[in-house]
């Protein structure tokens, strides 16, 4: 029987052409660890039963860079620059009334489960890079967002967005 590690490896190796697949679970938890810790059996079983867990626990949400508007690119912390799903059924929906090639990425929430809204803190404000790993880090209160700011890069500005169901 395959492992995670196994179904990783094969869909990574595959040839040019081939047009298999991987469930977007196992690519967004691999995608996680540095580039080195992807060829790491033990390594990527590990983060992707992690990332397994903390799906169940609704302690993910999937992310939409919505930063484009009538011609106009909004910025971070307008209201909609970002959608923020519970789950990727919730993000399915919407795209498939709203934009049917839209592509949603799965980010961890720190501190438990994403309830109406999650707090965002970006390295980078103006980086368009959904999908990197360390692109923002989300949060499940202000005060936690607030706490983890103060420690690690005082006086930077956190968001709050809503959660779609």
Known sequence: MSDAFDRWAEWRHKP?????????????????LP?????????????????D???????????????YQDGKTRAIG??????????????????????PE????????????????????????GSRGVGDADWVRLFVSKESAKEWDEANVPKREIWEYPVQE
């Open 16 to 32: 040019r052409r081939d047009r298999r697949s991987i469930p977007a679970e196992l690519y967004a938890a691999v995608m996680s």
């Open 53 to 67: 867990e903390a799906r169940r626990e609704g302690r993910t949400v999937w992310l939409y860079l919505d930063d």
């Open 78 to 99: 307008e209201p909609g620059w970002i959608k923020v799903f519970a789950s990727a059924d919730a993000a399915d929906r919407w795209f498939k009334e709203n934009d």
């Open 35 to 51: 580039e080195a810790d992807r060829s790491d059996r033990q390594r990527v079983n590990e983060v992707v039963r992690y990332h």
């Open 102 to 125: 839209g592509v949603a990425w799965e980010y961890q929430v720190d501190g438990g489960r994403a309830e109406e809204s999650v707090w965002l803190y970006s390295p980078d404000p």
